[in-house]
């Protein structure tokens, strides 16, 4: 996303780049990046470890981890990427419950079903009004309680307007958890689900998770650094979920580019519970002139 | 030690021997209740260690009930731990000379639990192996830092009070104590520090006490206000009030009042110090936790009733789910058995004889257990978004075996701390002196 956000591609697009562009994990191999991958012979690949070094490897042992994609390092993390404020914007009138971001998502954070990242929650504001799906994440919140309350500076806040969560600093207090108004944290109770992971941590793909600290949606830092849209945003079948940058001034589903203020202002997007003062820069379009029908269960998230 | 250690020491007053005797002797029954708190200890560090390998994953605390017993537990001991200032500083400093036999008790109840809330605070972590970010990655905005800060200073004060109020006592049992195995001799020459009672030792002592008592008391209020803190600090139903500091630092003080009283009653009763602690000592004690208890009555109402009144959303909820809900038993429980029929029973003078005022204690101290519980899991089981699309597990908070041993194992630490403590040092000041024109010597006279 590093030139004009209006250029981002369609959505098709993305999922190719997402396969062409993925990471090859060689079976006991740790390595951060690849800079080389080309044929050798029918069985032997080259490629290089993260120490510099060319080797070769049987085809038959290297094994597609597209999911696994490596982001920066703890330190590099804090930074956030220069130049942009990224901003979300929910469309709760497109929303059926398909729930493929939260499959998408639970498969590129290695989460189980039990504790995803994010929710597609039923909503019905009172008795009369008609119930609707709000898909919830982390909404990045500007003033966000979470990261005041933090007593190490494990969650914090970046310039382009990510908060992140680092596992190598957490002291699993939970008191960001009781702090976020809006539930978007989970905890690694017991050991991670994935067993060892051997790639190196970083908060931008919150992969590795560790035992004993807490996770929470991040907006797929790693994504946007290679100029693709979170994992979410891409995987959502009705386009409810835009996705940009507020300096731009540009949103998109993967499908259409919109500006973010003219959306806002002509389908009266709002932030949940902006009386509470945590500048939330997730966006949500009240759920009027539904495309779909309220339905409990249906085909896509039965 | 065997009786003829007793035969053979000689006591140079009735007084010393009353008050001595039980640092030389060991009876069968404090030595069946020290096993008995080492086996809960055992069981506890069994817990401990299941939660050390496992994770957290062995309590039942999940993503949204994401603090359980272990912290409602810290945030009881943090209250009783603010006994110490109330005897060595409130009490003293208004010159309560009935209260000076207890101030002792108090303050080694006071170390004992701080010490306990600060190691059950590390039980509750994630990582205890990170435990020093909390120095070396110290962001002071945090409340959790505050309160890093302010218990360490509190302990600090706590046990030079402790300490310093100790030394003559100490130097006492190294001079007159001659019937004792030679580590014990070697423990009271070290910690007696070269005290002599010496007019100028004396002097310093005097003042030193004089401002660790006064230096405790804002230590104290800040150290359960800040405590407060930790979930005034946040948005949750319950929290979110301006109410909390004065509410805990009410609660707290009536809590350790009437664990003052436990500990009396069997202090007196183990240790034959009838004649020092007295009914008198009782019946004041009754009336001074009626007292506070009743300013806790009042600071109950006003954390209530606003919200009870509006019922505004999920603040709403919380108060149904307390008054009527899934903990209305606990909480009415709290309420009457443990605050209301405690100040109707304590107003008569029968109920602040020593057996019926060691039972309402028990329920005023159960109940100020249960209502920290109360006031920390409830309301973390009603955030503003409804609880959907989570395992079963995740809706209920019913304390696991590990959770329960570790806590139980926790009060067990304190009562092995407050025991070896009675058991080693005079737990009545013995040593008086002169201070001022006020003549200590008739503070024992009850
Ligand atoms: S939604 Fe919660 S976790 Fe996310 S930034 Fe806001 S307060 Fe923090
Ligand atoms: S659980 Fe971790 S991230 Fe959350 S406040 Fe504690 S140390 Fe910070």
Redesign the interface.
């Known amino acids: 996303m590093e030139n004009d956000t209006t250029k981002i591609p369609a959505r098709r697009k993305f999922l190719i780049d997402l396969s062409n562009g993925s990471v090859l994990a060689i079976y006991g191999l740790s390595y951060n990046s690849i800079s080389s991958c080309k044929q050798a012979s029918e069985e032997k690949t080259t490629l290089m470890t993260t120490d510099g070094k060319l080797v070769q490897v049987p085809n038959s042992e290297i094994e597609e981890m597209e999911h696994l994609s490596h982001g920066a390092s703890p330190k590099e993390a804090r930074k956030g990427i220069p130049g942009k404020k990224f901003v979300m914007v929910v469309d709760l009138a497109k929303c059926k419950n398909a729930k493929n971001c939260i499959e998408a998502c639970d498969k590129h954070h290695n989460l189980t079903p039990d504790r995803p990242y994010i929710k597609v929650l039923k909503m019905q504001d009172n008795e009369k009004s008609a119930p609707y799906w709000m898909p919830k994440k982390c909404f990045q919140c500007d003033n966000p309680p979470c990261v005041k309350v933090c007593p190490v500076g494990a969650t914090y806040k970046r310039t382009d307007g990510i908060v992140l969560v680092d596992n190598e600093r957490c002291i699993g207090c939970r008191f960001c958890m009781a702090a976020c108004p809006y539930s978007a944290r989970v905890f690694n109770w017991g050991a991670p689900p994935e067993g060892k992971l051997d790639i190196p941590y970083s908060p931008e793909t919150s992969l590795p998770s560790q035992i004993g600290t807490v996770a929470k949606c991040d907006f797929c830092p790693e994504m946007l650094r290679q100029n693709k849209l979170p994992h979410c945003v891409t995987s959502c079948p009705n386009g409810v979920i835009y996705f940009g940058d507020e300096i731009d001034d540009t949103v998109t589903n993967g499908e259409e580019t919109v500006r973010l203020s003219t959306l806002l202002k002509e389908k009266a997007g709002y932030r949940y519970m902006e009386e509470l003062g945590t500048k939330p820069r997730v966006y949500y379009l009240p759920p009027v002139d539904r495309l779909f029908p309220f339905e409990e269960t249906t085909q896509e998230n039965s | 030690m065997s009786k003829s250690n007793i035969e053979l020491q000689k006591f140079r007053t009735k007084r010393g021997k009353r008050l001595l005797t039980h640092l030389i002797s060991t009876s069968l029954q404090y030595k069946l209740w020290i096993a008995f708190l080492l086996l809960l200890i055992v069981l506890g560090l069994i817990g401990y260690y299941r939660q050390l390998r496992?994770?957290?994953?062995v309590?039942a605390?999940?993503?949204?009930t994401?603090?359980g017993i272990y912290i409602s537990n810290f945030v009881f001991f943090v209250a009783i731990s603010l006994v110490g200032s109330l005897f060595s500083s409130i009490l003293k400093l208004n010159k309560n000379l009935w209260a000076r036999p207890l101030t002792r008790i108090s303050e080694i109840i006071a170390v004992a639990a701080i010490i306990c809330a600060a190691v059950i605070i590390i039980v509750?972590?994630?990582?205890p192996d990170?435990?020093f970010?909390?120095i070396t990655?110290?962001?002071i905005?945090?409340?959790?830092?505050w309160d890093?800060i302010i218990i360490s200073t509190y302990l600090v004060i706590s046990i030079l009070l402790l300490y310093i109020s100790l030394l003559p006592d100490i130097a006492l049992c190294r001079d007159r104590l001659t019937e004792i195995p030679k580590w014990k001799k070697t423990l009271y020459r070290i910690t007696a520090i070269n005290w002599h009672n010496h007019p100028k030792q004396i002097a310093m002592l005097q003042k030193v006490n004089k401002i660790l008592a006064i230096a405790i008391l804002p230590v104290a209020f800040a150290i359960h206000t800040v405590t407060s803190w930790?979930?005034a600090?946040?948005?949750?139903p319950g929290w979110d009030s301006t109410n909390l500091g004065p509410y805990f630092v009410s609660g707290a003080f009536m809590a350790g009042a009437a664990v003052i009283i436990v500990a009396m009653y069997f202090v007196r009763k183990h240790l034959k110090l009838s004649k020092y602690i007295t009914n008198i000592h009782f019946d004041k004690m009754g009336k001074l936790l009626v007292l506070l208890s009743l300013v806790y009555l009042y600071f109950n109402i006003n954390e209530y009733l606003g919200p009870a009144f509006k019922m505004v959303g999920v603040e709403g909820e919380h108060i149904t789910e307390l008054f009527v809900g899934n903990y209305a038993p606990m909480y009415w429980f709290v309420q009457l058995g443990g605050l209301i029929l405690p100040i109707i029973f304590l107003m008569f003078n029968r109920f602040r004889k020593p057996l019926p005022i060691l039972i309402i204690s028990i329920f005023v101290v159960l109940g100020a257990w249960f209502k920290r519980f109360l006031i920390v899991i409830p309301s973390?089981q009603h955030?503003?978004?409804?609880?959907?699309?989570?395992?079963e597990s995740?809706l209920h908070y019913n304390p696991t075996w590990e959770e329960w041993a570790i806590t139980i194992s926790s009060f067990a630490w304190l009562l092995l701390i407050i025991t070896v403590l009675i058991k080693l040092f005079p737990v009545i000041p013995i040593k008086k002196y002169k201070q001022g024109s006020e003549t200590i010597f008739k503070q024992n006279i009850f």
């Open positions: 496992y994770g957290l994953v309590t605390m999940r993503d949204y994401s603090w509750d972590m994630g990582r990170r435990i970010y909390v990655h110290l962001r905005q945090s409340p959790i830092i890093v930790l979930f600090t946040t948005w949750r973390l955030p503003y978004l409804p609880i959907q699309g989570v395992d995740y």
